[in-house]
């Protein structure tokens, strides 16, 4: 069951943990970043005993020297509440990539989206339908509204060199109005999505546990939507084939006296990669009071590198983030 207690439903862009994974995702300046043409597909399952947040995320990839630069396409779908509240979006993406200097490059990057939302009243269950003794016994004077479509637009910019790269990408440009009514208000416009992210990868030993180099890649991310305020920071462990990753996830940032807090999750991630594929799996402990029923998240993603159309170049380079 699913309660709606207002006709303005509100929503938060869905979050995913292996972020750079769903890289035209984080930022479209992404497109094209290791030469090869990519096609991964992602899955994420929010709280699974609620069948709140499910997502699915698709992405295409792939580098031209004629655009110097990348292309992109993404089709994501996003279920709430068991298929209440559905989102379906598909995205081009194009990445210009500017070489600074011999150490630096610079990546800029477009968006363009179209969007459709729709919302299953047969699912539903409003505020007006309860009686505070008997519970659900009225039908309810909600007007049902229609499906929502509109187009919206993001940018983004990856400054980086050999080992160390810094990022930042802005969503919901012009703010499009997600509402399912007719009689729509401002209160409906989606807020500009801000995020910034940044790491460095460091070789720790020349052999490792599997005869091969042992990088740690330390990673900070920083998300702004409206009055919601996200923190990630962890570090990647890679050895050979083999990564794995633990991540702090914070989302709020005092309690209500005001003190810091510790909230909302620990992410452990595992994956493996070979020339062609990467595979990773992740899951998100909660630490927060919030979710009791149904704490943790899974997710997965499962990513293919084609046959290489280009090699990297002193003329251009690859984005050395990591691959989960």
């Known amino acids: 069951m699913f309660a709606l207690t207002s006709s303005v439903i509100k929503s938060q862009d869905p979050q995913f943990s292996q972020f750079y994974a769903n890289s035209l995702y984080l930022n479209p300046a992404f497109a094209g970043r290791d030469m090869s043409p990519r096609f991964h597909s992602g899955y994420r399952n929010q709280w699974p005993g ?27 779908y996003d279920k709430t509440g068991g298929g209440i509240l559905n989102t379906g979006v598909f995205a081009g993406c194009y990445a210009y990539q500017l070489k600074i200097n011999r150490k630096w490059s610079l990546n800029f990057g477009l968006k ?72 729509s208000n401002n209160d409906a416009r989606i807020p500009i999505r801000s995020t910034v992210h940044g790491g460095y990868k460091l070789r720790v030993l020349k052999n490792g546990l599997f005869h091969k180099e042992l990088f740690i890649a330390p990673n900070v991310l920083l998300d702004f939507q409206s009055n919601f305020k996200q923190l990630n920071f962890g570090s990647y462990f890679l050895d050979g084939i083999y990564g794995i990753g633990i991540w702090y996830r914070h989302t709020s940032f005092t309690n209500p006296n005001g003190d810091f807090s510790l909230q909302d999750g620990l992410i452990l991630m595992g994956g493996i990669e070979t020339s062609t594929m990467r595979l990773c799996y992740s899951y998100d402990i909660s ?38």
């Open 50 to 76: 609620l069948d709140a947040y499910v997502t699915y995320n698709i992405e295409y990839d792939q580098f031209s020297r004629d655009l110097h630069g990348g292309v992109g396409f993404q089709f994501l």
């Open 112 to 183: 363009g989206a179209f969007v459709q939302k729709s919302l299953n009243f047969n699912l539903a269950t409003f505020g007006d339908q309860f009686d505070n003794s008997r519970g659900q016994i009225y039908q309810t004077n909600q007007q049902q509204g229609n499906n929502s479509s509109y187009f919206d637009f993001g940018s983004g910019l990856i400054l980086y060199s050999d080992n160390l790269f810094g990022g930042v990408s802005f969503n919901h440009l012009t703010r499009p109005n997600e509402s399912l009514y007719f009689s």
């Open 287 to 324: 630490l927060s009071s919030v979710v009791v029923a149904a704490p943790g998240a899974h997710e997965i993603s499962i990513t293919f590198d084609l046959p290489e159309i280009h090699k990297p170049s002193k003329k251009f380079r690859v984005i050395q983030c990591p691959m989960f």
